[in-house]
Every structure is written in C-alpha cells, then in structure tokens.
C-alpha cells in the first residue's frame, strides 16, 4: 500500500522561506516521477513543480526561479524548497507519485493531474501579508 505524507507546512512571513517534505512508501520510490501541486481555497489544485525519475526537474511558471525540487531516492523522500514566498503561495501543499514507473516525457507531462495515482493528505502553508 503507498502512502506519501508531506510535512513542513507552517505560517512565514512575505518573502520567508520553507521547505517541504514528502515521505514515500509502498513502491520503488526511485522508478516514478514525483509531483507537487497546490489548492487554495475556491481554487482549484494547480501544479507546482515535478522531478521525473530521472531527476529532470519542471516547474509552474508561478514557482519558477523561486522554488526547488529534488528528491533523495535512499531516503524515499522527495523536497519542496520554497523562498521569496507570496500571499499568493498560501494553499494546501500535496506531493504525488506517478501512475506508472519510468516514463520519461515532456514538460507538460508532469502538470497533468490525471499523470498522478497517489497523493499525500497535504501540508498548510500560510504566507501573512
């Protein structure tokens, strides 16, 4: 059974920093892409960023040059660095895994939602204006 659970949501200032972290079990952590989405409320889930398994790396144009993903395949966890963050940023943080393992594709691949099997019950995150 796959559970992926995310941690390191929290109330920061604007232009603060956090990271967040999703820890995965249940499949071969390193075969499958990994995403991170968001939802806000009366919005609905966006994407955020994803890693592929090969550890290429895609990012919402919103998040770009201020977000970082990686992931640690040893540690079966994959990581959300956030910095310069935005009231805009406040939403629900949820981690995702790959319906299928190795798939390599293009960059709007890994925003799909329907891309995604399994997801985490989300972090808060809180950005105070």
């Known amino acids: 059974q796959l559970q992926l659970v995310e941690s390191g949501g929290g109330l920061v200032e604007i232009g603060g920093s956090l990271r967040l972290s999703c820890a995965a079990s249940g499949r071969p952590f390193s075969d499958y892409n990994m995403g991170w989405f968001r939802q806000a409320p009366g919005r609905g889930r966006e994407f955020v960023a994803a890693?592929?398994?090969?550890?290429?790396?895609f990012y919402a144009d919103s998040t770009k040059g201020r977000f970082t993903v990686s992931r640690d395949n040893a540690r079966n966890m994959v990581y959300l660095q956030m910095h310069s963050l935005e009231p805009e940023d406040t939403a629900v943080y949820l981690c995702?895994?790959?319906?299928?393992?190795?798939?390599?594709?293009?960059?709007?691949?890994?925003?799909?939602?329907?891309?995604?099997?399994?997801w985490g019950q989300g972090t808060q995150v809180t950005v105070s204006s």
């Open positions: 995702a895994q790959d319906r299928a393992a190795r798939i390599t594709s293009d960059g709007t691949y890994y925003s799909r939602q329907d891309v995604y099997d399994y």
């Open positions: 890693i592929s398994w090969k550890g290429n790396k």
